[in-house]
């Protein structure tokens, strides 16, 4: 048994090409990131650019971190997660506020549309609010033709406004992961 992604369509998502799209219009350097199915065709992309570093990590928290040192060394970053890791930032989110450095993460959401992992609903179902909690402004993509609008609005706030920002691209956009045999 294996899981896999449960897409309508089995050719490749085009949305994740138009976020890497905008990451090079807002000059983003370095992408931090857990390994995440969900964001598997954007990671590939800039793993694949010298103009802009991924950088794996063993967890989330790590990457707020290092955005702050980013800004700090005169470079944007993005940070990639999935939902189950936003909790492990919850501490380190603070940074955003303290430091006042432009945060945008890209968040593959869990929990929710279609979800078969009971492990995943709690903090699925918390992202938005620990987000907002902390500060984040939340913007959220559901369907593939609203991705480019989203994260552009997102950046735009997070890059321009230094407002810190997360995108959420729900489960319903990635598509429900199921087992099967």
């Known amino acids: 048994m294996h899981a896999r992604a449960d897409t309508a369509s089995e050719t490749l998502p085009t949305w994740p090409d138009d976020i890497f799209t905008i990451l090079q219009r807002f000059d983003v350097r370095q992408v931090p990131y857990v390994p995440d199915a969900g964001h598997s065709q954007l990671i590939e992309r800039v793993l694949a650019t010298p ?11 790590e990457g707020v971190a290092l955005l702050a040192g980013a800004w700090a060394g005169g470079q944007r970053g993005a940070l990639l997660m999935q939902s189950s890791g936003v909790g492990n930032c919850i501490n380190m989110l603070s940074l955003t506020q303290v430091l006042r ?28 609010a620990v987000f907002e909690l902390s500060g984040i402004k939340v913007l959220r993509a559901s369907h593939p033709d609203e991705v480019r609008e ?6 735009g706030q997070a890059y321009n406004a230094c407002t810190p920002t997360a995108v959420l691209l729900s489960q319903r956009l990635i598509g429900a992961k199921v087992f099967v045999k």
Do not use: D, I, K
């Open 150 to 155: 989203v994260v552009e609005a997102g950046a």
């Open 101 to 128: 450095f432009p945060f945008l993460t890209l968040v593959t959401m869990r929990g929710e549309w279609g979800e078969f992992n009971p492990w995943q609903v709690p903090m699925g179902s918390s992202t938005q």
């Open 51 to 61: 103009s802009m570093r991924a950088v794996p990590l063993t967890t989330e928290e």
